[in-house]
């Protein structure tokens, strides 16, 4: 196995209307067993890099490396790397076992194969299935199938295009579980795409923010969440995102869970919006330098009411720092 690596790919659309999924000098490198989460607004150019990477699409200048091999020039059957998209694209009449002995490109026989089918199709929780064509599955059960056959290819490299996208919430928790306990083994590169925050967290070695066809930070993804490069990173990343307030000649940004809510001393402002999402409540309170989001405690103390004056305290040890021109932040 050995790391997969782009540098300075780039790539327009002659469709003025899809340049936003422009690629404007990608570069970054993911070593063996580890894996690189692209996390970004739609139309970033997420899918695009993957196609690219894959060898699905052409890059208009820039080099994929596998390894010390460059690739940039080789067809996608050639790169030995998997794809998985949001929709499984089993094979319909083919049943799940055989959908997962065709990345053996052997016949489905007993022995060696057969036993390597039925080892991948325990770890992802589908060996009851494998009798079953896709049909017979759920879209958790058929996308667990499709992953799991991407990995029975044995890739040089792994990249999953929101696979779970289609899946309820509890499922895609659970199915993400799996996928978590999965990559401890498996030795190849991993590049995943999603647009859910809290699944990159969790999933990510290292976090790439892609906006507008550029990496603007690409970290590990606590210190991605903690300390944003910028103000387009610090706005898009987190659900709900850091607040950004005017400071005079710079920006100051501070997390909602570190808003401090109190009756007295200060950040004067009003609230203006209360909201219950089950386990965590916020306060919305307009301030002179700007609305903030405040989450409250959930130990069941009353919410102050819309219209109340409160005071908001901003620990300084939680406050970020951006340059008012530029968005950069401030060290």
């Known amino acids: 196995m050995a790391a997969l690596s782009a540098t300075g790919l780039r790539k327009r659309y002659r469709d003025a209307r899809e340049r936003a999924a422009a690629l404007d000098g990608v570069s970054f490198t993911v070593e063996d067993g580890r894996s690189l989460v692209m996390l970004g607004p739609s139309g970033a150019g997420k899918s695009t890099l993957l196609r690219v990477l894959a060898g699905l699409d052409r890059a208009d200048s820039g080099v994929v490396r596998i390894g010390d091999a460059d690739v940039t020039a080789l067809a996608a059957h050639r790169r030995r790397v998997a794809l998985v998209f949001a929709d499984d694209a089993l094979f319909p009449h083919l049943s799940i076992y055989e959908n997962l002995a065709f990345a053996l490109r052997r016949r489905p026989a007993s022995g060696e194969a057969g036993a390597r089918i039925r080892e991948i199709a325990r770890a992802f929780e589908i060996d009851a299935h494998l009798a ?4 017979r599955l759920s879209n958790g059960e058929r996308q667990r199938a499709a992953i799991a056959r991407a990995v029975l290819a044995d890739p040089r490299a792994l990249l999953l295009d929101e696979p779970l996208v289609h899946l309820d919430p509890q499922l895609r928790v659970r199915v993400r579980e799996q996928f978590v306990g999965f990559r401890r083994t498996f ?4 590049v995943y795409v999603t647009h859910d925050h809290a699944e990159a967290l969790i999933l990510a070695d290292r976090l790439a923010i892609l906006i507008d066809g550029r990496i603007v930070q690409c970290e590990e993804p606590q210190r991605v969440y903690d300390f944003p490069a910028d103000v387009r990173v610090a706005r898009f990343l987190g659900s709900p995102a850091m607040n950004l307030l005017d400071d ?8 909602p ?3 401090r809510l109190s009756r007295g001393g200060g950040l004067g402002g009003e609230v203006v919006a209360c909201e219950r999402t089950g386990a965590e409540r916020y306060v919305r309170v307009r301030t002179p330098r ?5 989450r ?11 219209g109340e ?8 040890r939680h406050v970020r720092r951006f340059d008012r021109v530029s968005g950069e932040a401030i060290p």
């Open 296 to 306: 409250a405690s959930a130990d069941g103390e009353d919410l102050p009411g819309c």
């Open 132 to 135: 079953y064509r896709p049909a």
């Open 187 to 190: 030795p190849a590169p991993v």
């Open 248 to 255: 005079g000649v710079q920006t100051i940004g501070i997390r």
């Open 290 to 294: 700007g609305e903030l989001l405040a």
């Open 309 to 316: 004056r409160v005071c908001v305290t901003l620990p300084a």
């Open 257 to 259: 869970e570190y808003v």
